[in-house]
């Protein structure tokens, strides 16, 4: 049984799910269900097979066989291709949680302790398919884990801040990982399944946002909050966090999601827009969960944050009783709240209504989107590469 030890440190906090409610300890299969969830987006855009394991094309088929995801992370019958540990945590304080409501106009957020810290994620070998060896599934989940790491989250409630981490001693080998995806559609048990438009890579954007505070985090943040949170204490460990690896966090997710759902709001009657129903597509809504991702801010320099902002977006999308709109337009309009001139490098916002609304100036935006010529496989390498700049303020390559 081979193992991979990766040491893992969060920028956020991590969840995972447990007892009512709360995030009792780390549990392994919110982590799995997240790696899931990205290998899924990965090989429908690189032309393999992916089920839906919660529907009725689920895999195996008739004949016993598997999509390409399954041979990976198992199905009925099949054993997952390995195991997962998390970092050794009992959360102490489950209970407890931060209360924030936003210019008093909504019904507010509120935001469970989960894990922050540092410690070993262990991936164990169970099984290997049987056209793959141990290195094939090593940079297989090698590139999910360093996807994860470069523009989105782990585990769950990504859409509300949670999730962001950084992985020591990850050494991929990008085209080994795409050569072992390619090596999973010659097994003889593969299953050619056909499925509809399903979340795949290409329909992502990634976007990252860094602003400086010329105040304390703690004044600024109660600045955008209506009512007081229901402890001082629990905002206290937010701002200004006891672990040697993260001094602080500034819990931004809220205040993003709600203007930016005010930025869909119809401004004059007919003016086109995205209705109720639009923005609880895009944004979330009670029991429905958002396509867009808001990351909470973490330091990235001296008094310097920065946040993430992510989603796959389908290719066209009702925002209106009377308006369809493609996936263009709305990258389209995401960029114009942001302040988007340039793609694919740190630069000044300009312009960004969004930006404007929370009252921060001079902000940098980065921004990923696939070009039109682009192979899913050429987008895929871009995002791991990365902003050139992406070692200012304190974040290293790896």
Known sequence: MEELKIRIKTLTPLWTGGLDGTMDRIHETGLIGSLRWWYEAIVRGLGGRACDPTGDNRCPDKNGNHCDVCQVFGATGLQRAFRLEGPVWWNRERRNRLSLKVNNNNRGWFFRRGFMGEGDLKILTLRLPEVWDSENLKQSLLLILKLIEKWAGLGARTQQGYGVVKLDSIALNFEKALSSLEKLKTQKKHRNIHSNEKISIEGFFFGK?????????????????????????????????????????????????????????????????????????????????SLIHVSHAYPVGDNQWEFRIWGWIPQTLRVNINRDVNRDTIFKDLKQWLGVQQERQWHIAKEGQLWQTIGISNPEICWFEKKPDESPAEYLRSLLEGCPDETKGGHDET
Do not use: C, T
């Open 209 to 289: 946002g860094r602003f400086s505070l010329s105040e304390s985090p703690k004044k600024w943040m109660i600045s955008y909050i209506a009512s007081a949170p229901n402890s001082e204490e629990e905002l206290d460990w937010y701002l200004n966090l006891s672990f040697e690896s993260q001094k602080s966090l500034l819990p931004l997710s809220p205040i993003i999601r709600y203007h930016l759902r005010g930025l869909m709001r119809p401004r004059r009657a007919n003016s086109g827009g995205y209705d109720r129903e639009g923005r609880h597509v895009l944004m979330g809504e009670l029991g429905r969960k």
